[in-house]
């Protein structure tokens, strides 16, 4: 079942229209992640990128997300930094023997890219997506999703990187958050025109 679900994402992923974008695929013992971007409005003050993926671990958690960010730069040319502001949404399953836990959340969020000068080809990044209770439905009163990476250029379309992540959610019975995903990874991040 998991090798269908992850053949069926990396196939629709495929077939979506050539234009600029990228494709980040990260994993650790526990966790793949696959996401898809595309430009809107490529070349734009403030430019509308759009995202696409989904999370699957061994815990059989099952977290899918779409949305928008828009991203302009907003450093200096010698230390270019690039920031973004957007929504997403979250939509969560876990299986469980007992009780399965289902929700879906609407979860504004911000990102950061640094490029330092100082170290050629490297790359800072971070983002974070919350979901508060007013707009978490299902078993969950919030979602959160938090990542950081170091990424380095490899060649000028693809960057190699470590990060870590932290995916939760508070459940609506209590007993404190659920982690689905908290730990360091490797990934590479593809672009394309």
């Known amino acids: 079942m998991r090798r269908i679900a992850l053949a069926g994402l990396l196939s629709g992923l495929a077939a979506l229209p050539a234009q600029a974008g990228q494709l980040d695929l990260n994993l650790n013992d526990d966790t793949a992640y696959a996401q898809f ?29 779409i949305g928008i960010m828009v991203v302009g730069e907003t450093g200096s040319s ?16 876990r299986d469980d023997n007992r ?7 609407v979860a504004p969020g911000v990102a950061v890219r640094y490029y330092p000068a100082a170290v050629n080809r490297l ?44 995916l939760e959610a ?3 019975t209590g007993g404190g958050d659920m982690t689905m995903d908290e730990g360091g990874h490797v990934g590479i991040r593809i672009l394309f025109q």
């Open 99 to 105: 009780d399965d836990f289902d929700s879906v959340g």
């Open 37 to 65: 971007g595309w430009a809107i409005n490529q070349g734009q003050p403030g430019a509308l990128n759009g995202e696409a993926g989904a999370y699957y671990t061994t815990d059989d958690v099952y977290v899918g997300n």
């Open 78 to 93: 010698d230390n270019p930094v690039e920031a973004g502001v957007g929504v997403k949404a979250l939509g969560v399953h």
């Open 123 to 166: 790359v800072l990044g971070g983002r974070v997506h919350y979901a508060p209770n007013v707009v978490t439905f299902g078993d969950a009163d919030s979602l959160l999703e938090a990542q950081a990476r170091v990424e380095y250029q490899v060649i000028p379309q693809a960057f190699a990187y470590v990060g870590y992540r932290h």
């Open 170 to 172: 508070e459940p609506e």
